[in-house]
């Protein structure tokens, strides 16, 4: 009997539905079961940029960040919608000191003990030397030294800040690059089950029969495919042993990221790249133009069922780490909100989290007969590279066609780089009620396809009713259609981030709106 499917992908996180889009591209059938939303886990919860990793070149992973530097440019032609340029300003004083225990800076203390730990400038020039040249870099520009004495850059921090060095990378809208690759995946024949977990998986024949159990209904479908994609983000590993039960060894180190977001810190658009006493770093981030994002922390955890939050203690330790370098110091009575996520690294044995790679593995396992592909670490910037490595495995088993993504556009990124402001200016032409912040987030989230989500309107009240932030009817509609959208959650904090601006009593009534359109019942977050 031949079986539904080539490839069951399990988790609907970037790796699993940048695979599964790769894959469909290939000619491939292919099912996606995500238990949850679709990028609700890990790959909602990212520091949100595309970039090389420039601190990892104190570890020496220079292959990492020479794949990381050349995605960026790939990445952000294929969606500049959802990704743009943003310069990264790196304030540098004699005083700082950096990790002791980095590869680096074994060997600084080695031959040059008279450093004592600090991070010479002559050693952050190389750096970014390498990271300006490791790359082919074409669209994105140089590094360049910034002035803080009198400069836009310089007017939030600490006076004893005079230099800095300014470089680039992207920032990316996480949560929607998922949802974007799944859409494709779809487009191109996947079959995409949200909130649909794979309760087991069994050998038969030369594939596999595989359980999954609808998790709003608590019915169970089988289905049958030839491999099965292990992508379960932080449930790796219980996926290995526990539901395929396979006999592979390997595992993932569960670390957590926090980040806090408060009002606006500053008036320009540049983030900051700081560096702590501890060795660490942080961003501070310019983030939905009225807010800044701080982050992050990297904390051992434990249990990937046990849902990450920003402790107490790590609030605490993100607002003394950015206040070294501010004028004016916060304080956690700044915060607005916080959220943390669990980043399932590969197992590499590293003394602390901080050292663990940030680099991925895949294993072809076929240990029970049938052939399974299990994906281990990662980071957003390369999910389209690991995508094409998966297919490579499976391709050990199964014919596949060749890799073919590279540059093609995400559904509503087919633009130039730096044509958002055109299509703002278009989509005001032509549906004349829209003002420029509205104009500029239906861009910033849809690109060329905001207009199929305003559709025939003339006039505002043509979207239906209005639940608060610019979110309309005909909006949410189109969102419950097209991106797999269930729960207000799924709008106001994943396909966008509404739920900044969005009172409890607002969130609270679409979701009653949503579940009723829908048959879902409410989910908790709006309880």
């Known amino acids: 009997m031949t079986p539904d499917f080539d490839l069951l992908v399990i988790g609907g996180g970037i790796n699993g539905c940048g695979i599964a889009r790769d894959a469909a591209g290939r000619g491939l059938s292919v099912c996606l079961a995500e238990m949850n939303d679709i990028g609700s886990a890990t790959s909602a919860s990212s520091t949100k940029l595309f970039h090389g990793g420039l601190r990892y070149l104190e570890y020496f992973e220079v292959r990492l960040v020479r794949e990381a530097l050349v995605e960026r440019e790939t990445l952000l032609r294929a969606m500049p919608h959802i990704s743009w340029p943003m310069r990264f300003v790196l304030p540098y004083h004699d005083s700082m000191r950096f990790d002791t225990t980095t590869p680096t800076s074994k060997l600084l203390n080695t031959f040059m003990p008279w450093m004592k730990g600090r991070r010479p400038a002559w050693l952050i020039r190389l750096g970014l030397f390498m990271y300006d040249n490791l790359g082919g870099r074409k669209i994105l520009p140089g590094t360049s030294s910034v002035d803080l004495r009198n400069s836009p850059e310089g007017a939030p921090l600490n006076a004893k800040f005079e230099h800095a060095y300014e470089y680039s990378d992207c920032w990316v809208e996480d949560s929607r690059l998922v949802v974007l690759n799944a859409r494709d995946a779809e487009m191109r024949g996947a079959r995409i089950l949200p909130r649909h977990k794979v309760v ?77 006493m501890d060795g660490r770093i942080i961003f501070a981030i310019p983030y939905e133009t009225d807010f800044t994002l701080i982050g992050t922390t990297d904390q051992e955890h434990h249990d990937p069922d046990v849902k990450p939050e920003c402790t107490p203690e790590e609030q605490r330790y993100l607002v003394d780490f950015v206040n070294e370098y501010l004028a004016n110091p916060i304080s956690t009575d ?17 003394s602390s989290a901080t050292a663990a790679t940030r680099d991925y593995t895949i294993h072809l396992d076929q240990s029970r007969g049938a052939p399974a592909v299990n994906v ?152």
């Open 200 to 276: 087991s998986a069994d050998p038969s024949g030369d594939g596999w029969t595989v359980t999954i159990q609808d998790t709003n209904t608590g019915q169970d479908i089988t289905v049958t495919a030839r491999m099965i994609v292990n992508a379960a983000g932080p449930w790796v590993g219980d996926v290995l042993r526990g539901t395929i039960k396979s006999n592979q060894t390997g595992g993932v180190r569960l670390v957590r990221g926090s980040h806090i977001v408060t009002k606006r810190l500053f008036d320009h658009d540049k983030c900051y790249f700081f560096q702590g």
């Open 376 to 527: 281990f670490g990662g980071k957003i910037t390369t999910y389209r590279r690991l995508a094409e490595s998966a297919l490579e495995k499976v391709g050990e088993v199964l014919h596949v066609k060749g890799p073919w993504t590279a540059g093609v556009a995400l559904p509503g990124g087919d633009f130039p780089v730096e044509g958002v402001l055109p299509l703002m200016d278009g989509l005001m032409r032509d549906y004349s009620f829209l003002d420029p912040k509205w104009a500029r987030r239906l861009v910033r989230a849809y690109g060329t396809q905001a207009r199929m989500v305003l559709g025939d309107a003339t006039v505002a009240a043509d979207l239906g009713q209005q639940f608060g932030a610019g979110l309309t009817e005909r909006e949410v509609r189109w969102l419950m259609d097209n991106e797999y959208v269930q729960r207000a959650e799924d709008v106001v904090w994943r396909r966008s981030k509404l739920g900044l601006r969005m009172t409890a009593a607002e969130i609270k009534a679409l979701d009653g709106w949503i579940a009723k359109a829908t048959d879902h019942p409410v989910s908790k977050a709006a309880e």
């Open 334 to 350: 700044d915060i607005v909100w916080t959220y943390s996520g669990v980043r399932p690294l590969y197992d590499d044995g590293a």
